[in-house]
């Protein structure tokens, strides 16, 4: 077997995060039965745990965690052992089978087509059916997913799911071969990644007692807390009309109380020790420019209201209302304004970095050629065992399942120009996921370039709101790229990957739409039962709509969303992003903290405030007591306890929100 070829990089960091985990010299299969009782495991316990916390928290269920230890256990008392690639492939069945599923689309749109910003914008009774039913049907009005007006959206939603799945698997291959294989990029987060997974795998065998101990007292807290949190709303609202919440969920309002003093400013914090801990393992700088984005807003906010230009704000809004209006005036310009300067930065980077990567490839070649060695073998050469097949068919494939994605949504909305269709999925999404992945592969970072697809929408000339609502394939896979590189790190065949996801999506449609079906027939969503859904699911309606009004026909009106775009704002923002990346690079600091700086600034700081209280208290005092380095062994550890123990208690809750709602709903 040929030894793993070295991958070449100037850079010291990125040369110490590549060199995290060695190259494997061997690849073995992962996929067993135990996967497939993983699978089974998860969908039916964990997934119901995550619909609930999704739904009252905004949050959900560390499944991977809870099905490691408990198969580990199984297979330790049955005398037997899983391998490493066993483990690894449990945990992202785990991953996959504890979320949502598909059909929380489906329970997001029958709330969207009867929600107040959509009646208020006069759009009720048109949205598609195949979007959803309509807001007088029985299938809404008696919350019923099997009536026959949800069969159009639930086998069109089962058709983009596995065209999805297929495409982002083909391409996401094609261009790991090539940034990976072929270009030896380095990929640092991935090894982070790969050497996360392994870690997991060896806490399940009970190898280090440390981290059994760590784990034990995050899940101790993880319990403590849960039970306040989330416990008592849970087991209240089984039997009462009103859940009891001993803390404010999803987050303590302090709008009103500040308005005198901070006129136009969302002011509340988020109570969840979680968030606390969290801001102790991200990256330090990112953090503090995260709080520099929420010192910005709150110091901006009164500034600009008092200046005339939030307008829209008036005495008495809460949080969702003060967000949205404050978007309108001036921050969703602004955030435009930063997205753009952040893509520019990227493709800057790129374009840099692939010149450098090209003169390095020649110079290598020239040596190589002047030294009359020849290099035998094709440059699509893989390692054996590893699981590859043919780059050129995977992309045959994508371009199969991409056209049958243009016909079908040509078919949804025949007058959107055909043009736009076959542009993003033939030569848009293919370029920005390259770019996409080796960034990745150079510095773990990502771009997006916004408004790409509303600005075509609108340029179209297109009138009516179905355009928005149809699979435009504007699509980015840069991140399966990066998880080809770690599961090859870990050792694992590409196929135990492929089978898993080929076991995973079926059941997980299947049981997705048992679970969605159960819940939201028993009562509504969102409802006083369901807190987070309640307030951010209003939120998400009107900034869904705002998007809707640009194609609106408005009589010679302007409409809305023209209203909230700002020119000299956008500019603004855009040269701000540039000069603070050029300054913070020209003085050698860390860039990191734009990243942060971006994801703060202008929105609500309510989920941010614990985190960066919990990164200054893990950087000053917990560093300094355990040492940077022991310190971030502890605190992944000790998270992923916290989340079992919260994981532990949403599971009871909802086993008793489950049975008394079947209780409830039969005739006797």
């Not at 070649?365 to 073998?377: F, K, T």
Request: contains cysteine.
């Amino acid at each position: 077997m040929a030894e793993p070829k070295n991958r070449a990089s100037s850079d010291q960091e990125l040369e110490m995060y590549r060199s995290l985990l060695e190259e494997p010299k061997e690849f073995r299969n992962g996929f067993t039965w135990v996967t497939v009782a993983g699978a089974l495991f998860c969908g039916l316990l964990m997934m119901p745990g995550t619909i609930y916390l999704s739904l009252i928290t905004g949050g959900g269920v560390a499944a991977s965690w809870v099905t490691l230890i408990i198969f580990s256990e199984i297979t330790r008392r049955a005398m037997k052992t899983m391998s490493a690639q066993e483990l690894v492939v449990l945990l992202s069945v785990a991953g996959a089978m504890s979320v949502g599923g598909p059909i929380a689309d489906l329970i997001w749109r029958q709330y969207l087509v009867t929600s107040d910003p959509v009646r208020d914008m006069g759009l009720m009774g048109q949205f598609p059916s195949w979007f959803a039913p309509a807001p007088t049907s029985p299938a809404i009005t008696d919350r019923n997913l099997l009536h026959a007006d949800w069969m159009m959206p639930i086998l069109l939603l089962l058709f983009l799911s596995v065209v999805g799945t297929i495409r982002s698997y083909t391409l996401g291959y094609f261009f790991f071969r090539l940034t990976s294989d072929i270009e030896k990029l380095p990929f640092p987060f991935a090894g982070i990644q790969a050497q996360g997974s392994m870690a997991l795998s060896e806490a399940g065998e009970k190898k280090a007692t440390w981290k059994w101990k760590v784990f034990s007292l995050g899940g101790i807290l993880g319990i403590g807390f849960a039970i306040i949190q989330i416990g008592v709303p849970l087991f209240t609202g089984a039997f009462l009309a009103k859940p009891v919440q001993l803390i404010p969920i999803p987050w303590y309002d302090m709008t009103n109380l500040m308005e005198k003093a901070l006129p136009a400013t969302p002011i509340g914090v988020t109570l969840d020790l979680g968030l606390f801990l969290v801001g102790m393992i991200i990256p330090f700088w990112a953090v503090i420019g995260t709080a520099a984005g929420i010192v910005v807003t709150l110091l901006m906010n009164p500034i600009l209201y008092r200046l005339g230009i939030l307008t829209r704000w008036q005495p008495g809004m809460d949080t969702v209302a003060t967000t949205f209006n404050n978007s309108l005036d001036f921050w969703m310009s602004f955030g435009l304004g930063i997205a753009f300067g952040i893509a520019v930065i990227s493709l800057y980077q790129t374009a840099r970095d692939l010149i450098k990567n090209v003169r390095r490839v020649r110079a290598e070649r020239r040596a190589l050629m002047a030294q009359g060695e020849i290099v035998h073998g094709s440059i699509w050469e893989t390692p054996p065992g590893r699981g590859d097949f043919s780059p050129w068919l995977a992309v045959g494939i994508y371009v199969v399942t991409s056209i049958l994605v243009i016909v079908v949504s040509h078919m949804l909305v025949p007058k959107f120009p055909v043009f736009f269709l076959i542009f993003f999925t033939l030569l848009y999404t293919p370029l920005i996921t390259y770019i996409d992945a080796r960034l990745a592969g150079i510095n773990g970072q990502g771009m997006s370039i916004p408004m790409i697809k509303e600005a075509s929408i609108i340029l179209s000339g297109y009138k009516g709101i179905a355009i928005w609502l149809a699979p435009i394939p504007v699509d980015q896979y840069a991140g399966t790229a990066a998880g080809f590189r770690a599961q090859e790190l870990t050792g694992t065949n590409f196929f135990s990957y492929a089978k898993a996801t080929a076991l995973t999506l079926p059941l997980g449609f299947v049981l997705s739409f048992v679970f969605w079906a159960f819940i939201w027939h028993s009562s509504a969503i969102p409802s006083e039962l369901y807190p987070y859904a309640q307030k951010m699911w209003e939120l998400n309606a009107k900034n869904t709509v705002l998007l809707y009004s640009a194609t609106l026909p408005t009589d010679g009106a302007t409409p809305l969303f023209f209203q909230a775009l700002h020119p000299a704002i956008i500019a603004g923002a855009f040269s701000f992003c540039v000069a603070a990346f050029g300054i913070l690079s020209a003085f050698g600091l860390p860039v990191m903290a734009v990243y942060g700086f971006v994801q703060s600034v202008g929105g609500m700081p309510h989920a941010y405030i614990l985190i960066v209280l919990g990164a200054l208290v893990g950087k000053f005092y917990l560093h300094r007591k355990f040492g940077s380095t022991r310190f971030l062994q502890l605190m992944p550890v000790l998270l992923a306890g916290y989340g079992t123990g919260v994981g532990l208690v949403a599971l009871l809750g909802v086993a008793v929100n489950l049975i008394v709602s079947s209780v409830s709903s039969t005739p006797f």
